[in-house]
C-alpha cells in the first residue's frame, strides 16, 4: 500500500459528486468517482480503496448493499455514509454492518473530513499492524 | 302511402278548374242513419258528418281549407277536421237523402262563405257503394282568400306571442337595400367595407327595425311592455357592436341563418350574456321576415363558470395532498443541490484561505454553485406551480418535457425502492394543447400508482416503462408497470370517483386523471399487459399546426 490513500466518491447526483472531489482536492486527497455501488463493484480496483464516501439511496445497488457486497468479499474498507434521509433504521442497519461515519447532507466540511482522516488513520496503523 | 285520385264524374262540372270536389267514404254512416230509427235525434248532423271520412280532395279543397301539409295530410282524416261548420246541415241532409234515395244525383243551391250562387251536388260512384263525391261549384269570394291569411296571420301571431322564446319580428328590408347597393358596387367583403366605413354598423342599428316582439323579449329585455321594443333595433346590440357586424355579415353572406352569443343591456340596466339566433328572409325577401330569437344564458355561463372554478379547487386540493404525499422525494431533491453548494462553497472558503488563492478554482466551483442554486430553485418553482392557485390554460406543450418535469417529483421514490425508470420518449412528438401542471398531475399520478403497485406487491426490483408516441392525429403516454396488474372485477370501475383498493386512499386520483384528460379532449384507458403488470394509456390531440 502506498502512502497516498485512494478515495472512493459513490453518489447519483453529479453535483453532491463533484463537490465531494473537489474538497478533497483542496486538501491533498486523491479520490475517483462512481455514479453507483453497481459501478464501484464492477471496477478493477473495487477492493483497493483505503475509504469509501457512499450515498444510501441510489437505484440499483444502494449504499448499504455496496458495504454488504464488500464485506461480503472480504474487504475491511471503512465506508463513510452521507445521506439526505433520516432514517433511523437504515442508518442502525449501516452501523451495524461495519460502517464508519454517518452523516446528514449536507455535510459540515470539518466534520466528514474529521471522520475520513479517522478513518485513513485507522485503516493505516490497522495495515502496518502486522509488520510492527 | 301513394293514393290513386278518386276521379268524379260529375258530367259537365268535372271540370277541375272551377269546382271543389270532396269524395267521402261513407262506410260508416248508414249504419249511423239506421241507428236514429223513427225520429232523429237532436245531434244528427254531427253523428252524420262526423262519420263520413276524407276518400279524397282536389286541390281546391286544398287551397280553401287544406292544411300545410296538403291532400295526402287530409285523406283518411274525419271530415269535421276541415269541412266548413256552416255547411254541416245542407251536407248532412244531402247525404241522408242521398242514402235513401239510393244513389240518385242530387244537386242543391247552397249558402256558402265561400262561394257565391253556390251549388252542392252528391253524386254516387257506381265501382264503390262507400263512396259519395260532393262537388261545390259557384264564384269564389274574393273574401274567404283574405279571412283564411288573416286567420292564418294571426294563428302565427298567437304562436309568436305566446311562445316560451324571446321572438323578435325585424324588418331589415332598408339594409338589404343597402346590401344591393354595395354588391352592386363591387363590395363582398362587409368586414373590410365596415372598417372603413364603420358609420355603417350605426345606420344599420338605426333602419333595421324591431316590428314586432313576444312577451317573453319584453321579459328578457326588462321592457315593461311589447310596444318598448318597436322600433329601430340599436337596443339589442348596444353592448356588443362586434355581435351587430357578425349577424349583418352572416345577412351579407346570404346565410340563411346565423347563432351566436353575446352581451345584451336590457332596458332596466341589467347586463346579460344572450345566446341570440337569427333567420333571415328566404327569396322572395320582400315578402318575408328577419326573426331574432334570444335565450338568457347568463345562469348556465355563470354555473358553467362555477363548476369549472370547483374543479379547479378540486384539483388542487388533490395535487396539495399529492405534494404531501412526495414530501420526502422532494425533499431529496432539492436537498441535493443545497448540499452541492454547501461543500462547495466550503472548498472555496479553503482555496481562498490558502497564501496564494487559486482563483480559477475558486471561479469554477463558484459557477456550479450558481448552477446548483438554479436547480434547487427551478424544483421550488415547479412545486409552487403545482400548489398555487391558478386557472387551468391551454398552451402548445411537448408532452416528453411535461414528463421530464414530473419525474423530478417522484425520482427519489422510484430510486429508494430500487425501481428501474425506463422512458422510451418518441423523437419530435407533435405539440399538444394542455395546461402544463394539470398533465404533469395526472403523470405523477399514475407514477405513484405504479410505485405504490410495486410495493403492494412486495416486488423487489421492479420496473415502470413510460413511452410517449405519435400516432399521427394524437399523441400517446403509456405508463407500464412490473407489478401484478389490475383485478379483471376493478377494471371498470377504476376510474370511477372513491374507488380504491388502498387502505389509505379516498379513490380519487385516477377519476381526476380521467377528468383532467377528458377536459383536455383526450382518453385514459386502463389494462393488464399480457406478460403481468397494468398499463395506463392516455392519449391528447395534437395540436393543429
Known sequence: MSNLPLIAIVDDDDAVREALFDLLQVEGLSARTFENGAALLGDAEAEGFDCIITDVRMPEIDGLELQRQL??????????????????????????????????????DEALLGALRAALDGRMSAGAQPDD | MPRERLLPRFGDSRDEGTAAWWAFDISATRDVIESFG???????????????????????????????AGRERMIGQPLIAYHPTESWPMLADLVMTALANGGTELTRAVTSLAFTD?????????????????????????????????????????????????????????????????????????????????????????????????????????????????????????????????????RFEGRRSHADTMRLRTFDGRLLDVAITVTYPMPPERLDVTLISLEDISDRLRTDAQLRQLQADYSRAARISMLGELATSIAHEVNQPLSAIVTNAETNLRWLSREVPNLEKVGQLTARIAESARRASDIVQRIRGMAARREPERVPLDLNDVIDEALIFVRHETESRSIALVTKLGDRLPLVLGDRVQLQQVIVNLLINAVQALALAGATHGRI?????????????????????????????IFGSFFTTKDDGIGIGLALCQSIIAAHGGTIAVSNHPEGGAIFRFSLPAAKA
Open chain 2, 118 to 250: 253556390c251549388t252542392m251536388r252528391l253524386l254516387a260512384d257506381d265501382a264503390n257503394p262507400d263512396i259519395l263525391f260532393l262537388s261545390v261549384d259557384g264564384k269564389v269570394f274574393e273574401n274567404r282568400t283574405f279571412w283564411t291569411v288573416r286567420a292564418s296571420e294571426q294563428r302565427y301571431r298567437n304562436l309568436l306571442y305566446h311562445l316560451p322564446t324571446a321572438l323578435l319580428q325585424i324588418d331589415a328590408s332598408a339594409i338589404g337595400e343597402v346590401y344591393q347597393g354595395l354588391r352592386r358596387s363591387g363590395i363582398t367583403d362587409l368586414r373590410r367595407h365596415v372598417e372603413e366605413n364603420p358609420e355603417l354598423i350605426a345606420t344599420a342599428n338605426r333602419i333595421v327595425m324591431v316590428t314586432d316582439a313576444n312577451a317573453r323579449a319584453a321579459d328578457l329585455l326588462g321592457a315593461a311592455d311589447v310596444a318598448q321594443l318597436i322600433g329601430p333595433v340599436c337596443y339589442l346590440f348596444e353592448a356588443s357592436p362586434e355581435a351587430a357586424l357578425r349577424v349583418m355579415i352572416a
Open chain 2, 465 to 493: 416503462e413510460l413511452e410517449t408516441a405519435d400516432t399521427g392525429a394524437a399523441v400517446t403516454f403509456t405508463i407500464r408497470d412490473s407489478g401484478p396488474g389490475i383485478a379483471q372485477e376493478h377494471l371498470e370501475r
Open chain 1, 71 to 108: 464485506r461480503a468479499r472480504g474487504s475491511a474498507v471503512p465506508v463513510i455514509f452521507i445521506t439526505s434521509s433520516v432514517e433511523d433504521s437504515t442508518r442502525a442497519r449501516a452501523l451495524l454492518g461495519g460502517a464508519a461515519a454517518w452523516f446528514t447532507k449536507p455535510v459540515a
Open chain 2, 38 to 68: 223513427e225520429s232523429k235525434p237532436e245531434n244528427w248532423i254531427e253523428l252524420i258528418v262526423g262519420s263520413i271520412r276524407i276518400a279524397d280532395v282536389n286541390q281546391n279543397i286544398v287551397h280553401l281549407v287544406g292544411p300545410y
